[in-house]
């Protein structure tokens, strides 16, 4: 993530406010954004809620466009990623259940994606990993 706030996450739904029973958050996704690795989670689901696309994201390496309207199921387990290629701001609206996942893992990644160049990667898979963040290669 860059200065200019390329990848921005609004929480609607902290665990800590749902008794851990999910999380949910918007996140806004400007062209060219530095985005998460493809990862899987080890302890949660998730679901991507396309606000407004296109956005193209990757399950078990198969990868498809997905606009507005549409979203994807995500198990735990699952490798998967999303980048936004297109020259559109994207919005996609995630749910993770249970409400384990926290806005501290957002805080930690945002300051190694927010230098300049490319980010320290042996630091990005740490971050992830504290989090049930599993990076996948590809």
């Keep these: 993530m860059s200065e200019n706030k390329a990848l921005l996450r609004r929480f609607v739904g ?8 999910f999380t949910m958050f918007k996140c806004v996704v400007h062209p060219n954004a530095k985005v998460p ?4 989670h080890d302890n949660f689901h998730e679901t991507f ?3 407004k696309g296109p956005v193209s994201v ?4 198969k990868s498809s466009d997905m606009n507005t309207g ?12 999303f980048y936004n ?4 701001t994207i919005e996609i609206l995630c749910y993770a259940v249970p409400g384990i996942f926290t806005a ?14 490319p980010p320290d990667v042996s630091k990005l898979k740490e971050i992830m990993q504290a989090h049930g963040l599993t990076p996948v290669a590809g």
């Design 14 to 21: 902290r665990g800590e406010q749902t008794g851990q029973k």
């Design 37 to 40: 690795v493809p990862h899987y």
């Design 49 to 51: 809620y396309i606000l």
């Design 58 to 61: 990757t399950l078990n390496g």
């Design 70 to 81: 549409e979203y994807v199921f995500i198990p735990k387990g699952t490798p998967h990623g």
């Design 85 to 88: 290629h297109s020259s559109e």
């Design 104 to 117: 501290e893992y957002f805080r930690e990644i945002s300051k190694i994606l927010s230098v300049g160049g």
